[in-house]
């Protein structure tokens, strides 16, 4: 790995990571603020501070429910979308002996790859369905994967790296019809896709505040009214004794509050993210030589921008630009000096010298045109510097 000593003023720095988290709203961290001191209550005690914070996390819940069109005491909080990934999983697994089979995308998240990983050295079989170019699951290999024991598929909305957005609904209306669990990471949907879980068709959703400029700490699992599902925190009977431990009380409320206001402008957003991420894809495209678009063009998440640049190391880049003053993402990842391709973009067909020179912009509410026209000239210049252009002369 190359280490850099970068010289910056981080107030000048632009922020283009939003899908790996974003800053907390104001309208959020004021809702929050009072469940830090005035109403510091526990939520189970019987006296009135503890009833406030009860009261809290009831309307909270209401709150969340309306946005997902569900019941309110079908969504559990936890404390990330990774524990609502793994209570999801691991949890019906439990309940059911570990014996069966469950079927999941080769691309998910790493919080469910992971996990899938887990439950097979307990017994149970996995099948990782394969993607095609553009990152897309194929109902029909879903369905045609489905056996006579299998009783969970978990297959993730949007995908973080590359955009690509699943056809969630016909692959969960399939799969519910085989009388089968149907169980999606939509961490990366809020306030860009609409989160209707009847309309999605699914008997479970994992959710993540900090992606949607709510607080670090606390996400939602909603789990469909009849599923047995087996805590995995223990120690308490809060979340119905899903998930034990003192509520997060302060960070549902931001969960909450930052997931109706995510909402709320979805279709405004939406509209002016697209506009950019189609402008900035555009110029990328036009101004940088066999620069390669990793995903789907058409069905992409509005604010995903990522590409692939040969013979480059994507966590140099990332640093190079850093220095430019620009925040954005590699998929590659360097641990104890190797360096290792993005599972994701391998699963695309993507050859791996290709995939190790990945680059993920995500934009969001505080992007600017005028930001991402400097990005351009930054990222030219930063390529420059690795003799990118040169290269691909040659």
């Not at 429910?65 to 697994?93: M, Q, R, V, W």
Request: glycine share 8%.
């Amino acid at each position: 790995m190359v280490f850099f000593i970068i010289m910056f003023n981080k107030n000048t720095q632009v922020y283009l990571d939003y899908a790996s988290t974003s800053p907390v709203s104001e309208d959020v961290l004021n809702a929050m603020k009072p469940y830090f001191s005035e109403k510091y209550g526990n939520a189970s005690s019987l006296h009135s501070i503890g009833q406030d914070s009860n009261l809290a996390i009831k309307h909270a819940r209401e709150k969340v429910a309306s946005i997902l069109n569900c019941n309110a005491y079908e969504i559990i909080f936890t404390s990330s979308g990774t524990e609502s990934d793994n209570l999801a999983l691991k949890g019906i697994a439990e309940a059911n002996n570990f014996k069966g089979h469950i079927i999941v995308s080769k691309i998910e998240h790493k919080a469910i790859l992971e996990t899938a990983t887990y439950l097979e050295k307990r017994g149970l079989d996995i099948t990782y369905i394969n993607v095609d170019k553009k990152g897309h699951v194929n109902p029909k290999d879903v369905i045609n994967a489905i056996r006579s024991d299998t009783f969970l598929v978990s297959i993730m909305y949007a995908n973080n790296e590359i955009g690509t957005i699943q056809n969630i609904s016909s692959i969960g209306n399939q799969v519910q019809k085989k009388g089968i669990l149907m169980h999606t990471d939509a961490v990366q949907a809020p306030g860009l896709l609409d989160l209707n879980i009847e309309k999605l068709h699914v008997d479970m959703m994992s959710l993540s505040a900090h992606k949607f400029y709510g607080p670090k700490g606390v996400g939602a699992l909603y789990v469909r009214p009849g599923i047995q599902i087996a805590p995995q925190i223990l120690g308490g009977s809060q979340e119905r004794g899903m998930r034990a431990s003192t509520e997060n009380v302060a960070g549902i409320v931001g969960f909450s509050e930052a997931l109706c206001l995510a909402d709320a402008n979805r279709e405004k957003e939406v509209c002016r993210l697209s506009e950019l991420r189609d402008y900035l894809i555009s110029e990328i495209q036009n101004q940088i030589p066999k620069a390669i678009l990793t995903g789907d063009m058409k069905n992409r998440l509005p604010n995903n921008i990522s590409f692939c640049f040969e013979a480059v190391e994507g966590e140099s880049l990332v640093m190079r630009l850093s220095q430019r003053g620009f925040c954005v993402s590699s998929a590659s990842a360097c641990s104890s000096g190797n360096i290792g391709a993005s599972h994701v973009l391998l699963a695309c067909g993507i050859k791996k010298d290709v995939a190790l020179g990945s680059l993920r912009v995500t934009l969001g509410k505080f992007t600017k045109k005028k930001d991402l026209e400097r990005f351009v000239i930054a990222l030219k210049a930063s390529l420059n510097t690795n003799g990118f252009f040169q290269k691909i002369r040659t």
